[in-house]
């Protein structure tokens, strides 16, 4: 079992349904907190007391870095990193264009990569790192072929990279949540999605989130949520 109080975590991603909602239980479990968003002042209205705010974009080469350096010139130490930031697009492989490709590759995979590439060298003996794939690393879906491969890759590189860190006593944690209403889609920065069933609520995901950090758990599957 790992305890949340009085450790220092960083979350990415904290502006969004659900990073908000994991910074915020990290918090009211006794956490320090540095929290991470493209927007100071929607970070500062999540209304967390004493949490350290970072502002920085993933899509740039050294926002991970920077991120993961202020906050441990902060708080001395960092005993885990959640990334929940992400971007969502839709539509045909042979529609979906080049700009659309690459910013999906930037915040989906080359951010968490960069990410976990900086946290791993900071991170003290014994923390977590978990990084929030999605189901359609698992089950691909026709009409999200781009997607469903940027979150894949991205899936295999923390499944690939627990195994590099176990002998730094550190866990990297993929978590694969099925369908959530984030709102994320209705975001999405092209195409317009499929129709879905009705998701998970974000509160189901990051009180699954939090209970694999606290209980240690290395992959959390889609099956794993009911």
Do not use: C, W
Request: overall charge negative; proline content about 4%; aromatic content about 2%.
């Amino acid at each position: 079992m790992t305890d949340i109080s009085g450790k220092v975590y960083v979350v990415v991603g904290a502006s969004g349904a659900l990073g908000s909602r994991i910074a915020k239980s990290l918090a009211e479990q006794g956490a320090t907190l540095t929290i991470s968003g493209r927007s100071t002042e929607t970070l500062d209205g999540l209304g967390i007391d004493g949490a350290h705010v970072v502002a920085a974009d993933l899509r740039e080469p050294d926002a991970a870095r920077t991120v993961i350096a202020e906050a441990k010139a902060k708080h001395g130490r960092i005993d885990g990193v959640v990334n929940a930031a992400g971007v969502a697009a839709f539509g045909p492989v042979a529609d979906i264009d080049d700009d659309t490709v690459d910013d999906l590759v930037l915040i989906d995979f080359l951010g968490p990569l960069r990410l976990l590439r900086a946290a791993l060298g900071e991170i003290e003996e014994g923390g977590v790192i978990v990084g929030i794939s999605a189901v359609l690393a698992e089950q691909p879906v026709a009409g999200m072929a781009t997607y469903s491969a940027v979150k894949a890759a991205a899936s295999t590189l923390y499944v690939a990279a627990a195994k590099e860190a176990r002998r730094s006593k550190i866990r990297v944690v993929d978590v694969r949540p099925p369908h959530t209403e984030t709102g994320l889609v209705d975001r999405a920065i092209a195409g317009d999605p499929p129709k879905m069933p009705e998701g998970l609520s974000p509160d189901t995901v990051a009180d699954r989130v939090i209970a694999a950090i606290t209980g240690g758990e290395r992959e959390v599957a889609s099956s794993d949520f009911g």
